[in-house]
């Protein structure tokens, strides 16, 4: 996997058919997903449950390409090797999630995986320099994490901070929580190459009708790229 800044949607299995989860990573990937990003949630750091490693594992063989795997849990530590283990190519744990960030981040590299630190929208970025070459991805949460469809909360000033202090380190910055073709283009000029996107990429189809899949990634592409100079 080579770095690239170039817009990257991520659509959220979150807001997919959970009976059909091999088929919809199939669909999103076939209508131009670039990577496929699973939301695992607690019911104790988020007031909401998913899944597990289980299955991660199951869903790992149809996903061609990058596996994102946002951990919503406290403790991350006992469950690092397993996401691994399922075949996650990037694991992220909240700043908020423990008081040992800086172990959870080497438990991580040294499971094989790529390493994302998530911020929630409360959560400043006081610390993240001291952690920054531990770090391959950092993901600012435009929404209170635990569920999908929620209102967009503008970080448009921690992003640009963020990207000022990352710098030419190859460090992804990816956005989480109510990405649209509106809120989109204010990410991408921020300075964000990653775009999350759950209700807003599977709205309108399914696995038997995946053609807005492609519709919706397209648009919220579109409107990134439009905002960042790049020719589409
Ligand atoms: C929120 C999750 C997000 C969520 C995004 O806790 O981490 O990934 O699914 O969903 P939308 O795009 O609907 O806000
Ligand atoms: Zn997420």
């Known amino acids: 996997m080579t770095f690239s800044r170039a817009i990257k949607i991520a659509p959220s299995i979150l807001a997919a058919d959970f009976a059909n989860f091999g088929a919809e990573c199939r669909a999103v990937e076939d209508q131009g997903a670039d990577w496929v990003h699973v939301d695992v949630m607690d019911g104790h750091f988020v007031p909401n449950i998913t899944f597990g490693p289980a299955t991660c594992a199951a869903i790992r063989p149809h996903i061609r390409g990058v596996m994102d795997v946002h ?55 006081d610390g993240v320099e001291n952690l920054l070459d531990m770090l391959d991805l950092v993901c600012v949460m435009t929404v209170n994490p635990g569920f999908g469809g929620q209102k967009f909360i503008d970080m448009t000033d921690k992003v640009q901070r963020l990207r000022a202090m990352i710098g030419a380190r190859p460090i992804h910055i990816e956005i989480d929580g109510g990405i649209t073709p509106d809120t989109a283009p204010l990410m991408a000029r921020a300075g964000a190459d990653v775009l999350v996107a759950g209700s807003a990429v599977f709205k309108g189809g399914s696995v038997e009708h995946p053609a807005p899949y492609g519709d919706n990634i397209r648009a919220i592409r579109a409107a990134a790229e439009g905002a960042v100079g790049v020719a589409v």
């Open 71 to 125: 951990l919503m849990i406290a403790p991350v530590d006992p469950y690092i090797d397993g996401f691994a283990k399922a075949g996650a190519d990037f694991i992220t744990a909240h700043m908020e999630a423990g008081p040992h960030i800086h172990r959870t981040l080497q438990a991580i590299r040294a499971s094989g995986a790529k390493a994302g630190l998530a911020l929630n929208p409360g959560t400043g970025l």
